[in-house]
């Protein structure tokens, strides 16, 4: 094996380049506190697994008997880091479903203001979007959707997927923008089905609380209402933990499925 990946140097490039900047805009992988020289190995050998059922026979005339660089052989590179791109973008608008979420009842719970800086997506988050989001990744790690996304997943997008295939998109099809409004829009629609059972009971809390404190404004029950939303919040979480659980997994299911027609489409077969 390792002969053959000498041979074929600049097709295990190619390999090693998709894989890298997958695992550079996924979610977890990407984070800062995992070293470079980690990411770089652990493509390196994603690829050395991989690079035996690869077919790039479609890349075999312009690749240099020679095996030196050519501005061919560059753009392909670029090509195989967008495709690498592409599905690991993908994955994060998956997961920022989760954190919107977060951020739709932060605000009514007055948690709004406490916003610390969330390591999986590299951003200022309130403190329950990142909640959301860490019982997500965990999710994902448990249920082994990891090991379905870079055994299934990524070997099937090599199988049907070169660089030729965006150009052929933006050409003709134009699959991959309506592919990402489509994300984009059920992202809002996953995070507001996750998020709609706390806003809808801390909407009737604060309802509750004006009416009582216009009723009887020497009660102060708005000085109240801040714990009482509190506790209520976590509650419902704690209660709706098993259903938020399987929603997650739903919104993973969903995605994958997705994401897989997306590697259908772009390889030339219907969705």
Do not use: W
Request: hydrophobic fraction near 55%.
């Amino acid at each position: 094996m390792l002969d053959q990946v000498l041979s074929q140097a600049p097709v295990f490039l190619l390999v090693a380049i998709r894989c890298f900047s997958l695992l550079m805009t996924l979610p977890l992988f990407s984070m800062r506190n995992i070293p470079s020289a980690a990411k770089v190995a652990l493509a390196g050998f994603m690829a050395f697994n991989i690079f035996g059922q690869v077919d790039y026979s479609a890349y075999s005339k312009f690749l240099a008997p020679e095996q030196t660089f050519t501005a061919q052989f560059i753009m392909l590179m670029a090509g195989e880091a967008l495709l690498g791109v592409i599905t690991g973008f993908y994955i994060t608008i998956i997961f920022a479903a989760f954190s919107t979420a977060g951020q739709f009842f932060a605000f009514q719970m007055g948690f709004s203001a406490s916003e610390v800086y969330d390591a999986l997506s590299q951003v200022e988050n309130p403190l329950m979007g990142q909640y959301l989001n860490l019982i997500a990744m965990l999710i994902f790690m448990q249920t082994r959707l990891f090991q379905k996304l870079f055994l299934g997943g990524l070997i099937s997008s090599f199988k049907t997927l070169n660089a030729f295939s965006i150009v052929n998109d933006m050409l003709s099809g134009a699959v991959l923008p309506r592919f990402f409004m489509r994300g984009l829009s059920e992202l809002f629609a996953n995070a507001l089905v996750i998020s709609l059972p706390i806003m809808g009971t801390l909407m009737l809390i604060t309802i509750s609380t004006g009416i009582l404190s216009k009723a009887a404004p020497q009660m102060n029950l708005l000085s109240e209402g801040f714990p009482v939303m509190l506790l209520t919040s976590f509650f419902i979480l704690t209660a709706l933990m098993p259903s938020l659980i399987d929603a997650f997994n739903r919104c993973f299911d969903g995605g994958f499925a997705r994401l897989e027609q997306l590697v259908l489409a772009l390889g030339g077969k219907r969705i």
